[in-house]
Every structure is written in structure tokens, then in C-alpha cells.
């Protein structure tokens, strides 16, 4: 059986899809399998952002990375899924990461 690309599932698809991953990559951590539990999170996190809306991410705007409290990264474009730019106070390299790492600031005062 061939196996669908994330971009090919339905929105029902992609939560199994998480839910299986999730599942594994909890197995993989009580027997102590550090690669394949980071391995199984990466894929999980690549699931997730396909149930976003990448409209919803803005460019020029600064985001915290999930699983990272305290490094921020500012969007310099968006190209499917993925957020191009740069972690704030980093070595200005610009790089990809999926949107659904990336946690919406929360306004002080509106």
C-alpha cells in the first residue's frame, strides 16, 4: 500500500495519522528510544501543521517556537506549510519551520 502524503489526507486522516504517531512516540520513550521518539514528534508536528491555515500566519510578525519558551522567530515568508525566517537573537540563518510550531504571541494590553 502506498503511503499518502500529508498534503493528500482529510482532516480525519491527519488526526489518526497524529494519534498513531502520538501513540508510537510514546512507546519509543518508555523503552528509552531517544532517536525514534524524536523522529516520531517530527512527523507528528509536520502532520499538524496541515490542519492549520497558514493564512493565519502573518509575515513581519514574531512567534514563540512551541517546546521552546523564549525563543521567538520572526516570519519572513510563508511557502505551504512551512514559515521561512529567522529566531530572534540568533545568527540570522534563515530558516523553515512547519506553522505548527510556531505559538502566536500573547497581547499585554488591547
Do not use: C, H
Amino acid at each position: 500500500m502506498e503511503e499518502k502524503r500529508y498534503s493528500e489526507m482529510s482532516v480525519y486522516e491527519l488526526q489518526q495519522e497524529i494519534a498513531r504517531l502520538n501513540e508510537k512516540a510514546r512507546k519509543a520513550e518508555q523503552l528509552g528510544m531517544v532517536n525514534e521518539y524524536a523522529v516520531l514528534e517530527r512527523k507528528a508536528t509536520m502532520a499538524k501543521a496541515y490542519l492549520l491555515d497558514p493564512a493565519d500566519f502573518k509575515e513581519n510578525e514574531i512567534y514563540e517556537i512551541e517546546g521552546s519558551p523564549g525563543t521567538y522567530f520572526k516570519i519572513d515568508y510563508l511557502k505551504g506549510v512551512f514559515a521561512w525566517g529567522f529566531r530572534i537573537g540568533g545568527e540570522k540563518k534563515l530558516e523553515a519551520l512547519p506553522i505548527s510550531m510556531l505559538k502566536r504571541l500573547q497581547k499585554t494590553q488591547e
